[in-house]
């Protein structure tokens, strides 16, 4: 039984590896393309921007683009499909956007951060998510902000410690809650758990946890609708599942954690045409495969009669292990179900095809 069981299981299955010459911090598909792109740092401390084309089996460089400043993330997620435009942090605090058929001048750049911007989210192009083309970035120095491109210089929104609270550093940001022209939140995870939850329609902090572990990402299963499930991963090996739909007036939202593995857990990306399953990169070079199953019933009432959320169980479909260094990004494809590229500090960039996810 199990082996019949065993057959239908999704496979992770390495297609291409390709070897860099640099770091690679992040990777990217090109929305409705065969492209990707790996973003970096080379060995003389300048950045890198590297763009592939996929054919069949092999990745043929189109492009090599050298950046004064190691490149530590990037995002398409406030740009339209017509445009594409990448946006990048970089280790100086640099916000830029490129348009990559003309790379040599970006198209919008602000100095964000005092410090290096660890983090960056997009939501309101890509026809993903309502409202005002925005993007985020968490630094460093411990303020996460929302920049609208069309807005020069000073950010839309600016959250950072008040008065005589320490700074933390900024982990991971991401934009949930756009399914209309008003709703708008951004999650951040922090160096020391915190993990802040802030709404900008009303410009305040909606909610705040610590998982009491360093938070390395957060994503929402999907930005454009209302929020379903928030996912965060932890330096220990640990990520906890909140159930989004249902805030308690004191408990906050319901949550299910589950201990993957020893070592860190870098990453965490939803399926783009499925947000039950999701991927987490692991310190170790591993790759694990998830699904969220929900409860009987996600809400119930406690003792004083207000509804608090209840959580879900997370089951393990698949895990490989890949490289002897740690995956530090991956990203889906958009387009083809199943595709996705991952980076890891062994300098190598490899695509994956993830198999039978139509079973699931």
Not at 14 to 41: E, I, N
Not at 97 to 103: D, M, R, S
């Amino acid at each position: 039984m199990s082996a019949a069981l065993g057959s239908e299981r999704p496979q992770v299955v390495s297609h291409v590896q390709q070897a860099l010459s640099y770091t690679v911090f992040d990777c990217k598909w090109v929305p409705r393309s065969a492209r990707l792109l790996c973003l970096g740092s080379a060995a003389r401390g300048t950045g890198v921007v590297q763009l592939y084309e996929l054919h069949g089996a092999r990745l043929e460089l189109l492009r090599e683009i050298e950046k004064p400043k190691p490149i530590k993330c990037g995002t398409f997620g406030a740009t339209s499909l017509q445009q594409r435009y990448l946006a990048t942090g970089d280790f100086d605090g640099n916000l830029n956007i490129w348009n990559l058929e003309a790379p040599e001048i970006p198209v919008y750049s602000v100095k964000g951060h005092k410090e290096i911007i660890n983090s960056i989210d997009g939501v309101g192009g890509l026809g993903i998510g309502e409202g005002a083309p925005e993007i985020v970035t968490g630094s460093r120095d411990g303020t996460v902000k929302v920049w609208d491109p069309r807005q020069h210089d000073t950010p839309v929104a600016n959250m950072e410690p008040v008065q005589g609270e320490s700074k933390r550093d900024c982990w991971t940001v991401a934009f949930g809650n756009a399914y209309n022209q008003e709703e708008r939140v951004v999650c951040a995870g922090y160096d020391n758990g915190d993990i802040k939850l802030f709404d900008l329609k009303t410009m305040s902090l909606r909610w705040e946890t610590n998982i009491k572990n360093g938070v390395c990402s957060v994503e929402f299963d999907r930005k454009d609708i209302n929020m379903n499930k928030l996912v965060a991963t932890s330096l220990e090996g640990k990520f906890h599942v909140f159930d989004m739909r249902t805030q308690h007036p004191t408990k906050g939202f319901a949550s299910v954690s589950e201990k993957a593995q020893k070592s860190t857990i870098w990453q965490v990306r939803h399926l783009p045409q499925n947000r039950d399953v999701f991927m987490t990169t692991g310190g170790s070079g591993s790759l694990h495969l998830w699904k969220y199953e929900y409860p009987a019933q996600r809400s119930k009432k406690d003792s004083e009669g207000s509804e608090m959320g209840v959580a879900g169980s997370v089951s393990l479909l698949q895990n490989v292990t890949l490289s002897t260094q740690p995956i530090s990004s991956l990203d889906w494809s958009p387009d083809k179900k199943g595709l996705c590229v991952c980076g890891a500090f062994d300098q190598t960039v490899r695509v994956l095809i993830v198999t039978k996810l139509n079973k699931i």
